[in-house]
C-alpha cells in the first residue's frame, strides 16, 4: 500500500513557472515507477510524465517536452514535476501516480494515486 499527497499547485501567468510535488508514505518508493497525469474539465485523464525506479529514464507527451521536469528523490520519497513556460493549455488537476511493472503511459497502469492538485494557467 502507498498514499500519494500532491502540493505545489496554484495560480499562475502564462509564461510563469510551478513545480509539483509529490510525497509518498508506505511501501518502497523506489520499487515504483512514478507517474504525472491531469485532467482538465471535460477531458480524460492524460499522461503528462513518467520516471523509472532509479530516474535513469524519464517520459513526457509531446505538449510538454522541453518545458516540464520530472524527477525524483528516492531518499526524501518524493518525486516533482517542474513545469515552465506554462501555458493556458496547461491548466488541470494535476496527479501523481504509482505502478509496478512495465510500461508508463497508460493510465489503467496505475495503481496507486493521489487526490490531486489544482493548476491554473491564466492568459
Known amino acids: 500500500q502507498v498514499q500519494l499527497v500532491e502540493s505545489g499547485g496554484g495560480l499562475v501567468q502564462a509564461g510563469g513557472s510551478l513545480s509539483l510535488s509529490c510525497a509518498a508514505s508506505?511501501?518502497?518508493?523506489?520499487?515504483?515507477?512514478m507517474g504525472w497525469f491531469r485532467q482538465a474539465p471535460g477531458k480524460e485523464r492524460a499522461f503528462v510524465a513518467a520516471?523509472?525506479?532509479?530516474?535513469?529514464?524519464?517520459y513526457y507527451t509531446d505538449s510538454v517536452k522541453g518545458r516540464f521536469t520530472i524527477s525524483r528523490d528516492n531518499a526524501k520519497n518524493t518525486v516533482y514535476l517542474q513545469m515552465n513556460s506554462l501555458k493556458p493549455e496547461d491548466t488541470a488537476v494535476y496527479y501523481c501516480?504509482?505502478?509496478?511493472?512495465?510500461?508508463?503511459?497508460?493510465?489503467?497502469?496505475?495503481?496507486?494515486w493521489g487526490q490531486g492538485t489544482q493548476v491554473t494557467v491564466s492568459s
Open positions: 520516471i523509472s525506479l532509479s530516474g535513469g529514464s524519464t
Open positions: 501516480a504509482a505502478k509496478e511493472g512495465p510500461g508508463y503511459r497508460n493510465y489503467d497502469g496505475y495503481r496507486y
Open positions: 508506505g511501501r518502497t518508493f523506489s520499487v515504483y515507477t
